[in-house]
């Protein structure tokens, strides 16, 4: 595999362990497709020329108990939507961190297929439940898409692969549990994100094998980008306009927030067996240490948050400016 133009040359070593990688890169794709549920969006939310009159008799309930979500669902689907939307960004990073002449490659053009439904889905969704003031959320999403999505990962692809490693099963968790708080007042949400959830949860599979292989191949230098991305974590739609006030709303919800990744840090630390990881450089030793203290300091800065919570009013624009009192 040769490198992608904008890997720096100081990474060249990283480079040629993904190019060790090649057979087992295949291989967990095989194993992938022999996992995944390959739905289509229109299967969910039908839009066909000749669809029956039935599905018209449906979206009338469907609206109705749309009206009755709570609004700090709205804010979350509104947020799970405008992530998904941020697709380019995240095709464009892993093309030039990896290349397109690859296996690496043949993966980021599936997986791009296979994320492409979810905005899709999503989209489908809230416009046919009217939702939201669609006009607000597409001016939300067009921003979002023009800022651009630029992470100082110095351009190392280990870097990459433990962000998508936390990432996906982030949200995961995120169209869960919107799906959950909204399913007893209108089904089809939770149907829909459950099919999108499902996805992640295989996208997050396949991340977490591929740097799993990594720290066995090269150690050091894995848990060193693994520790420079889990302490400055972000989920991938925090450029979005208005975004910490959403993930405000997430958070009050119990939708996501630092409680839920601290489950995920935990999660992939126990998988990876980073703790009994032995015979590492002073360097990777140092990252190992940090890594192992992150899922404490992560309750702790979640219950110092908790303590000092006081009600707050929101208003989002794609919510009617609507108060959103939590």
Not at 77 to 95: D, M, Q, S, W, Y
Not at 173 to 198: C, F, M
Not at 290 to 304: Q, S, T, W, Y
Request: charged share 30%.
């Amino acid at each position: 595999m040769g490198a992608a133009p904008g890997i720096a040359l100081e990474n060249s070593a990283q480079v040629e362990v993904l190019a060790s990688m090649e057979a087992f890169v295949r291989d967990e794709m095989e194993a992938h497709k022999e996992r995944r549920n390959l739905w289509f969006p229109n299967e969910l939310v039908q839009a066909d020329a000749d669809t029956a009159a039935e599905w018209d008799e449906q979206l009338v309930e469907v609206r109705a108990g749309a009206r009755e979500l709570p609004d700090a669902v709205r804010v979350a689907v509104a947020l799970n939507l405008l992530t998904e939307e941020g697709l380019p960004h995240f095709h464009r990073l892993i093309a030039v961190h990896f290349g397109e002449e690859s296996a690496w490659g043949d993966w980021n053009n599936m997986w791009t297929a296979e994320e492409d439904r979810h905005g899709c889905a999503l989209r489908d969704y809230v416009r046919d439940a009217r939702l939201f003031n669609m006009g607000e959320l597409e001016r939300l999403q067009y921003s979002y898409i023009e800022a651009g999505f630029n992470p100082e990962w110095e351009k190392d692809p280990y870097r990459l692969l433990a962000y998508t490693s936390l990432q996906e099963k982030a949200t995961q968790l995120s169209h869960a549990n919107t799906g959950r708080l909204g399913s007893g007042r209108e089904p089809l949400l939770q149907r829909v994100l459950a099919h999108l959830a499902g996805d992640e949860s295989r996208h997050y599979v396949f991340y977490r094998s591929m740097f799993g292989e990594i720290l066995k191949r090269d150690p050091n230098r894995a848990l060193v980008a693994l520790q420079k991305i889990v302490s400055n974590f972000s989920m991938p739609g925090h450029r979005i306009a208005g975004f910490d006030d959403m993930s405000e709303v997430v958070r009050r919800s119990n939708i996501f927030g630092p409680r839920q990744f601290q489950r995920i840090v935990e999660e992939v630390l126990e998988v990876w067996q980073l703790g009994a990881m032995s015979g590492l450089s002073a360097e990777g030793a140092e990252a190992q240490d940090k890594l192992m203290n992150v899922a404490p300091r992560l309750e702790k800065l979640a219950d110092r948050v908790d303590a000092k919570q006081k009600p707050r009013t929101f208003r989002f624009a794609f919510a009617y400016h609507r108060d959103i009192t939590l």
